[in-house]
């Protein structure tokens, strides 16, 4: 008896208290630097708007800074002041209006605080360059530790500082459900301010934020805490986390695992696994970059935290993705640069997995003339793709 074929799962719903995914592919937060005065602009309707029209589920923005001091580069997207919301929420509709979820990262940059984008070489800027941008534009951070190399020191926080950071998460999830927002995320990953305060090697304190694992876990575990008490219970909370921070001796798999735990018991419902960012130093613990690089990370946490995990990193492949959920490493399919190349890429994996002849799964005012010209292609040559 022939065996039959599995269902398709990249394009399962998917429920998280109350918002249904209409499937399991999410575009990852991508660095645009195209918001002066953190306003979002034409660039970023546009930008997130062709992921919606190319069919994922769940589309985040860029890391959205809470404060001017919590900005990565000069042009980031801010909610740190109401002004923001309305732009936003121009790109919110039009992410609803063609069927698709839409989340917003927000992060707080610490010490890696002021670099140039990538086209312009991705450097620290100078503290002379930061100040001229805005006075208020500084580097903070758990301990007087440099990022690495070409970066300052940064100014070590006392408590009122991490009030006031707990304080500018929590306003800025209100601003972002005033747009309409599906999703937040917290990003606890990449180097930046949260990071920081979890390894003990940028995190030296000997107060309540530092020393044991509880310790440097204790602002991520608040500001995650603090952001559900205001973000409406019926909406998803996810958090990204670096499950190894790329340093020797740094943050490791254990550690998250603990931590995955905790964010679950203060109401994170996912767990958004990615990996590095901590330091720039030589002394650097390799994570081979090949396809799929950090799916093992979220198969860990989701089998040990027994929390829903957003697998990312180099899924590049509709057959890898699906492969990743039919094993049940993860639950949610986080593509960037496989959408920047192929913004697509969900209706093409579609056509691949399992194919509609009648396009009916793509935008109406695309699919009427794919089908109609599908026939012709047919005649031409039947293995002309469509």
């Known amino acids: 008896m022939q065996q039959q074929a599995r269902p398709v799962r990249l394009f399962e719903p998917l429920q998280i208290r109350d918002l249904q995914l209409k499937n399991r592919i999410v575009i990852s937060p991508m660095m645009q630097h195209a918001a002066p005065d953190g306003l979002a602009t034409s660039w970023l309707m546009v930008h997130l708007g062709k992921f919606a029209l190319g069919g994922a589920g769940l589309i985040f923005s860029e890391c959205t800074a809470v404060s001017p001091v919590g900005r990565i580069g000069k042009n980031d997207l801010g909610l740190w002041n109401d002004l923001q919301i309305a732009p936003l929420k121009k790109v919110v509709d039009f992410v609803h209006e063609q069927g698709s979820a839409i989340g917003i990262q927000l992060g707080h940059a610490g010490r890696k605080a002021g670099s140039e984008p990538l086209w312009e070489g991705g450097g620290s800027y100078s503290l002379e360059t930061m100040a001229e941008v805005d006075p208020r534009w500084i580097r903070i951070g758990p301990s007087a530790i440099a990022a690495g190399p070409g970066w300052t020191t940064p100014a070590e926080m006392d408590l009122a500082a991490i009030d006031a950071v707990v304080r500018d998460f929590v306003a800025a999830t209100k601003r972002a459900d005033a747009a309409g927002f599906d999703v937040v995320e917290l990003h606890f990953g990449h180097g930046y301010l949260v990071t920081s305060f979890l390894s003990p090697l940028s995190n030296v304190r ?77 002394r650097a613990l390799p994570v081979p970059r090949g396809l799929g690089y950090q799916v093992s990370f979220a198969q860990e946490i ?58 009916a799964h793509w935008p109406i005012r695309h699919g009427v003339w794919l089908a109609k010209r599908k026939p012709i292609f047919d005649h031409i040559s039947p293995h002309h793709p469509t």
């Open 206 to 282: 000997t107060d309540a934020y530092g020393g044991d694992l509880a310790g440097r876990m204790k602002i991520a575990i608040r500001i995650a805490s603090e952001v559900r008490k205001v973000w409406p219970l019926h909406k998803p909370l996810f958090c990204r986390v670096s499950i190894v921070d790329g340093a020797v001796g740094g943050w490791c798999l254990e550690d998250s695992i603990a931590l995955a735990r905790e964010l679950k018991r203060v109401g994170v419902d996912v767990i958004d696994c990615s990996s590095g960012g901590l330091t720039e130093q030589i």
């Open 302 to 359: 989701k089998r040990q935290s027994e929390v829903l995990t957003q697998a990312v990193g180099l899924i590049v492949d509709p057959q890898q993705a699906e492969n990743i959920l039919q094993e049940g490493s993860a639950d949610l399919i986080a593509i960037g640069r496989a959408a920047l190349q192929d913004p697509y890429w969900p209706l093409h994996a579609q056509e691949a997995l399992c194919p509609d002849p009648s396009f």
